[in-house]
């Protein structure tokens, strides 16, 4: 007997030992792709209560944590190699006049055509199909479906892509606590006047302290609109979001850069739409579907109001350039019996599969001014595209990435695109050379602050 007491402090030990080592494999797991991926983790609402009631505490919580590990072949050298490769160019000292530039990342746009022909009792996009004049059109391919809106923000708004990042996080939140480089910090470089504006309440995904640090010098919430304004399935319209970014416009003395984001479109799709639309547009073959009726109705008041901001644009001396593209497509209560109806259900093919991660861009001017952008791309590169078209300045950081996108046009959280437009699972990527190298330049950015070559993401003085 006393032999056995001497025993139980050891094994007492081992079985601790071997808890928590099961303990800790079991929270590793829960933090993978792979475990999100098949019990459906949600990480999609802006309401972290939500996510926690769905998932779980514990669960919600390691997810919330989960952080990208050093790339296999990261080193500073490499960094430094890139950096002396593409620099930045010098902030010219020409008295010139900059166009103001109009960025609006309209919630849950898209044209839900590229799932599948089909047809409506009416033409859902009459003005932006009309502009030809000083206008370039595509496809922006992201990297969220039916929610998660910062991540497309991040995407454009930093020029790196959700593909290296693992599934479920959601990048302001987890990822942007200190100050960072982004288009507004190049922008205010520039000289411009810099404005973060979004139709919903600041704290929503951590904006209100979330565009400081992306170095927006100024920001406007749902506070900043009228009491009265008008609103749409409770939303606030596209039309009076472009009627505060006229108002910002004209109040600005220096040229303007505006990110904003609208809200009319925001699911969910009821079917509930009682005498809110001045005309209800139906998919032909599912005029039954209250959801898809709601949303394709939506599509046709977007037009409507684009139109109307163009028109105000198109009447102004300054020089201004304006970018429409969607964050994300609908959720499944939409899509679903769209793609039943085209026969394009799900499949294992990523090709087919990301076609449910393509939105429209439209990029439109209001002077003479020639576009040369691809029909696809993601939005990492996205912003580097809108710079290059209005003729500004470029980080070291954007010449990279516009020769990174002859080589590989599309890179999203689902798949990759090569040089010959066929169609990779993101998951592939780390046996592409090229694609290694930019999770390293990401990596420094993103994860190795105290390392980060601010110059590769800054313009030179």
């Not at 504006?197 to 506070?223: C, I, T």
């Not at 769209?338 to 799900?346: K, N, Q, V």
Request: hydrophobic content about 35%.
């Amino acid at each position: 007997s006393e032999t056995l007491l001497r025993g139980k402090p050891f094994l007492r030990l081992s079985l601790s030992a071997a808890f928590c080592a099961l303990l800790a494999a079991a929270c590793f797991y829960v933090r993978s792709d792979h475990c999100i991926r098949t019990f459906s983790l949600d990480n999609t609402s802006s309401d972290v209560a939500v996510v926690y009631t769905r998932n779980g505490f514990m669960v919600a919580f390691l997810v919330s944590t989960n952080y990208s590990e050093e790339p296999e072949n990261y080193s500073l050298d490499m960094i430094d190699g890139f950096a002396s490769q593409y620099p930045s160019d010098p902030v010219s000292t020409e008295e010139e006049e900059r166009p103001n530039v109009i960025v609006i990342m309209n919630e849950s746009y898209s044209d839900l055509r590229v799932l599948g022909d089909y047809e409506t009792s009416e033409p859902l996009f009459p003005f932006i199909d009309s502009l030809e004049e000083n206008t370039a059109k595509g496809w922006a391919h992201v990297s969220v479906l039916g929610g998660n809106t910062p991540n497309s923000e991040f995407e454009f708004l930093t020029g790196l892509t959700m593909g290296f990042l693992p599934q479920g996080v959601v990048a302001y939140p987890q990822y942007i606590g200190t100050p960072v480089p982004s288009l507004a910090t190049q922008f205010n470089e520039l000289g411009y006047r810099t404005v973060g504006a979004h139709a919903f309440w600041g704290p929503s995904w951590n904006r209100d302290k979330v565009y400081p640090l992306l170095g927006f010098q100024d920001m406007y919430f749902k506070e900043a609109f009228p009491e009265d304004a008008e609103t749409l399935r409770l939303w606030i319209t596209d039309s009076e979001m472009y009627k505060l970014v006229e108002d910002i416009y004209e109040e600005s003395e220096q040229p303007l850069f505006l990110f904003g984001i609208t809200m009319m479109n925001h699911g969910g799709y009821h079917g509930q739409m009682n005498d809110e639309f001045d005309t209800c547009v139906t998919v032909d073959g599912l005029e039954d579907n209250g959801s898809v009726t709601e949303y394709i109705s939506l599509m046709r008041e977007t037009d409507r109001d684009f139109q109307e901001l163009i028109e105000y644009f198109s009447n102004t001396d300054e020089k201004t350039v304006i970018l429409l593209f969607g964050d994300h497509q609908p959720n499944d209560d939409v899509a679903a019996p769209i793609m039943e109806l085209t026969g394009s259900s799900a499949s294992d093919d990523p090709a087919q599969r990301s076609r449910r991660y393509i939105t429209p861009y439209v990029l439109w001017a209001n002077y003479d001014l020639d576009f040369d952008l691809p029909e696809d791309l993601s939005l990492n590169y996205l912003a580097a595209e809108l710079m290059k078209a209005c003729g500004l300045e470029l980080t070291g950081a954007q010449n990279y990435l516009l020769d990174l996108a002859e080589e590989y046009p599309v890179i999203s959280s689902q798949c990759y695109w090569d040089a010959q437009g066929n169609v990779h699972p993101i998951s592939d990527y780390t046996d592409e050379e090229g694609l290694t190298e930019y999770a390293c330049i990401q990596y420094n950015y993103l994860l190795d602050g105290r390392n980060r070559r601010e110059e590769f993401w800054s313009l030179e003085e």
